[in-house]
């Protein structure tokens, strides 16, 4: 007699039990099995080399937002970025996380990418619709949830940003001029570090601001000699390549 064991399928074809769309978790938990059934043989080297160690030479910081999908826009395979992701790409300032432990998790990311693997590129990427940018705009008091509140603090250099300088990307929406804002300020955020402060000076780090439009998929970085963001296009990209083989040589 067979054991009810034997009779249960290795790899339960998931697809086949059919389910209402509602499920939560559904395109999850299908996409594993469908991973390894479709991808995993052509990733098996890939994950055993990285399994060996990770080299990423980027720290990159975005925010949490599931719309933000750095691996497509950037065509970013395992192994390339070290990352933090959290509510609306903040970096706390270096010295005022004292009293909230939560904010310790960005400063040791930060710390871990220096330290251990010598990233030489840190990259933070605002982006368009932003909800954190939103609540910004409306004023925090109104934000349900104190530690969502608290966390929101991070950006109030922003707010005070954009209003010294309400035609920065005038043609933006409030929201959207102050995530861009936001992306400088959180780079004058990670300056405050001195460890991050040590290895501009050596020129052995190169720090990035970039922002996704959500509607076009367009990626921007910001042109520090313009004073604003531009289309990452492959002019663009020449020039930032270019600008880091300089630095690389010199
Ligand atoms: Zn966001």
Request: charged share 25%; proline share 4%; with cysteine.
């Amino acid at each position: 007699m067979q054991s009810i064991a034997r009779d249960l399928p290795v790899v339960p074809n998931v697809e086949a039990r059919k389910k209402p769309q509602s499920i939560p978790m559904k395109k999850l938990i299908t996409g594993i099995v469908e991973f390894r059934r479709k991808l995993l043989p052509d990733y098996r080297k890939t994950f055993a080399k990285l399994a060996l160690g990770q080299s990423p030479d980027t720290l990159f910081i975005s925010c949490s937002d599931s719309r933000v999908a750095v691996n497509v826009f950037a065509s970013t395979d395992p192994g390339d970025l070290f990352v933090i992701r959290n509510v609306g790409n903040m970096v706390p300032k270096c010295g005022c996380d004292g009293e909230r432990t939560s904010d310790q998790s960005v400063p040791a990311a930060i710390e871990f990418a220096l330290t251990s693997l010598n990233v030489t590129s840190i990259v933070i990427c605002g982006h368009s619709e932003c909800g954190a940018m939103h609540a910004l705009t409306e004023g925090i008091e109104k934000v349900e949830g104190e530690h969502l509140k608290g966390w929101l603090k991070h950006g109030e250099d922003s707010v005070k940003e954009l209003a010294e300088r309400p035609e920065f990307a005038i043609t933006l929406s409030k929201r959207n001029q102050l995530s861009q804002l936001n992306v400088l300020t959180q780079l004058n955020h990670l300056r405050t570090y001195p460890m991050v402060q040590q290895r501009l000076a050596a020129g052995t780090l190169t720090l990035h601001g970039w922002w996704f439009e959500l509607s076009n998929a367009d990626v921007y970085a910001y042109e520090e000699s313009l004073g604003q963001f531009v289309i990452f296009d492959e002019i663009e990209a020449m020039r930032i390549l270019e600008q880091l083989e300089h630095n690389a040589k010199s």
